[in-house]
């Protein structure tokens, strides 16, 4: 089952804006990461952001969390074409021990030159 | 430091027969988790093993299968084949001091299986 619901499920921008993309789940995390994935190959890590967190930068990339709400937002500054890919977040959720992600349903990033 | 592999990189099956699909994890790492990908129903996890235990399991009917060996590197199993399961699998692994730390984890390019 799928733990997060993303939003917009697909953003088109001009290269040079910010994209925004937000993501809401459905029970109690550890910590809330998001991937990027290029046309069905494997997923890339970007930034791991832990419950006890709000927010979190990572070069271009700027991640915030907000539990009470059970949301999270991923940020990409002065996008550029090579941003174009599918980006999904993933939970870690409170189950006692081991790694589970559940991911969203994504949402697919076009940068346009 | 080599990234996770995964072989075959594609495969195609019939109905009815069973697959085996193999991950190196990065070195050091001794966490190896599964993932099956569909359009259909995205990014759903299948199992996760630490140290050759399985620790974790998704939702997944017991065609599917999995081990650890020693050293680390895994495989899984899809016996009895059917059309759902065409699918891509990825796997990761993660660095983890204990099974119940957390950490980002880090995907191979997966293996692509077409059931026919």
């Known amino acids: 089952s799928q733990q997060g619901e993303e939003d917009p499920q697909a953003l088109s921008i001009q290269e040079g804006e910010n994209a925004t993309m937000n993501c809401s789940y459905k029970?109690?995390?550890?910590?809330l990461q998001w991937y990027r994935q290029n046309s069905g190959r494997g997923l890339v890590h970007l930034i791991l952001i832990r419950s006890n967190e709000r927010e979190k930068h990572s070069g271009r990339l700027r991640v915030t969390l907000d539990t009470s709400k059970k949301s999270s937002s991923l940020l990409i500054t002065a996008s550029r074409a090579a941003d174009t890919a599918s980006y999904f977040c993933a939970t870690d959720a409170v189950t006692g021990g081991g790694n589970k992600l559940t991911f969203g349903t994504g949402t697919q990033l076009k940068v346009e030159l | 430091k080599a990234g996770v592999t995964q072989t075959p990189r594609y495969l195609i099956k019939t109905r009815g027969q069973q697959v085996t699909l193999s991950c190196s994890p990065i070195s050091g790492h001794r966490s190896v988790s599964w993932y099956q990908q569909t359009p259909g129903q995205g990014l759903q996890f299948l199992f996760e093993?630490?140290?050759?235990?399985?620790?974790n399991k998704g939702n997944f009917p017991g065609r599917f299968s999995g081990r650890q060996f020693s050293n680390s590197r895994s495989e899984m199993n899809v016996s009895t084949l059917e059309l759902g399961d065409s699918a891509l699998y990825l796997c990761?692994?993660?660095?983890?001091?204990?099974?119940?730390?957390?950490?980002?984890?880090?995907f191979g390019p997966g293996t692509r299986l077409t059931v026919l």
């Open positions: 093993y630490f140290s050759e235990t399985q620790r």
């Open positions: 990761a692994s993660s660095f983890r001091l204990a099974p119940s730390s957390y950490n980002e984890q880090f």
């Open positions: 029970t109690s995390i550890n910590n």
